[in-house]
């Protein structure tokens, strides 16, 4: 659910018409691997000299900015073709199909097929396409037909589940992505080790309901099976990191691997979304706050130097100020350190959004609350860190997270994707600061 905006592209050259399509990704990281994807398949396919805008439609701040974002891109590219694609392409056709700027409307099935940008292919686009297309994601039952070698300078980011089967009252993302589906393991094992052989020290497990992995494959396998797997057979890959799951999901393949494989990164991000029993049965989630409390404990205890963020929504209809203040109280009961803040945002066709409405400034205010809980939980984590030595991966010359996925600044340059060992200095607050690791480390 975290938000990735990346920087904007470079316009195009209007007088160059056989130009790289110009891509804008918005919304998160399965979204950015699959922009990687789209790229691959329309230079495959010869489309030159279109725009094409991957939009994200978890709240509906993210559908305007989408909105925004095809506006821009169509001033700055006068006269190219604009397909808008992703989860609001899918959720709300109509709203992208009304605008004048855009030429094709992309259903999130649709945009992971390469017949789809075959026959976008130039000069064609405008030909007798259909203008709309945007089928019945709920009847999709297989993975994308396009799967990337990862993507990410650093890391590797690698899609391995789509869709989700839980219907939360105020999510509208199974209408946009469907229901689960899997990448197969051995197919994910063959990725990861051409992403190993091509140097990778890193790898990510991406997914819209990472932990519902493998509940349509044969035999029913779960996440743990798939990353005890993953730690076997690519015995060479010296970090694996999980993106966020659901903890009443959590397998006991999943705690073991957890608790004894020093390779699977001590970092985990949770989908609490709450942290009152109340406000939980009305979001339909399937867990209560002790039920929470209890699996944090005992994931340090099985893992004592794990770090732990969630997603928490502030200003669920109906939320009193106690309900939210149990949602506070969680930062420190669930020992939280990164925290997402959503403020929360009515998305048409969801039970929530019949549900009575907080007045705006009322869901603003306890956002930042949330915040600023949040932001003193990374202030104590930056402080514990001092004087420590971590073995970072390095995302630029000056820029690495540490095994925490927190962030350290470098007081030197060095090697892009490099694992480097190095002793804390400090922080600024936001960041830590990292030099050279004591002699002998």
Known sequence: MKDMTPPHPAPREPSDPVSAPVFATLGCRLNAYETEAMREMAEAAGLAGAVVVNTCAVTAEAVRKARQEIR??????????????????????GTFAAMPEVTRVIGNHEKM???????????????????????????????????????????????????????????????????????????????????????????????????????????????????????????????LRISSIDSVEADPA???????????????????????????KRMKRRHLRD????????????????????????????ETEEMFRNSLRLVEECGLTFLHVFPYSARRGTPAARMPQLPG??????????????????????????GQTRTVLTEGPRLARTEHFTEVALTRDMPEGSLVALRILGHDGRRLL?????AGA
């Open 72 to 93: 821009r891109l169509a001033r700055e590219n006068p006269g190219a073709p604009v397909i808008v694609t992703g989860c609001a392409a899918q959720t709300e056709p």
């Open 113 to 239: 097929q390469p017949a789809t940008w075959a026959a976008l292919r130039a000069p064609d686009l405008i030909g007798t396409t259909e203008r709309v297309q945007v089928d019945d994601i709920m009847s999709v039952r297989e993975t994308a037909g396009h799967l990337i070698d990862g993507f990410g300078r650093h890391r590797a980011y690698v899609q391995v589940q789509n869709g989700c089967d839980h219907r939360c009252t105020f999510c509208i993302i199974p209408y946009g992505r469907g229901n689960s589906r899997s990448v197969p393991a051995g197919v994910v094992v063959d990725q990861i080790r051409r992403l190993r052989a091509r140097g990778f020290n890193e790898v990510v497990l991406t997914g819209v309901d990472l932990t519902s992995w493998g509940g349509d494959l044969p035999g029913a396998p779960r996440l743990g099976d798939l990353v005890l797997s993953i730690l076997r057979l690519v015995p060479d890959l010296p970090r």
């Open 254 to 280: 999943l705690m073991q691997a957890i608790a004894t494989e020093p390779r699977l990164m001590p970092h985990l991000h949770l989908s609490l979304q709450a942290g009152d029993d109340m406000i939980l």
């Open 291 to 318: 039920d929470a409390i209890r699996f944090c404990a005992e994931l340090r205890r099985l893992r004592p130097d794990i770090v732990l963020g969630a997603d928490i929504i502030a200003g669920f209809p109906t």
């Open 361 to 386: 400034p009322v869901i603003r205010e306890r956002a930042a609350r949330l915040r600023a809980a949040g932001d003193a939980a990374l202030l104590r984590h930056l402080r514990a860190e001092q």
């Open 434 to 438: 990292g030099g050279d690791p004591p």
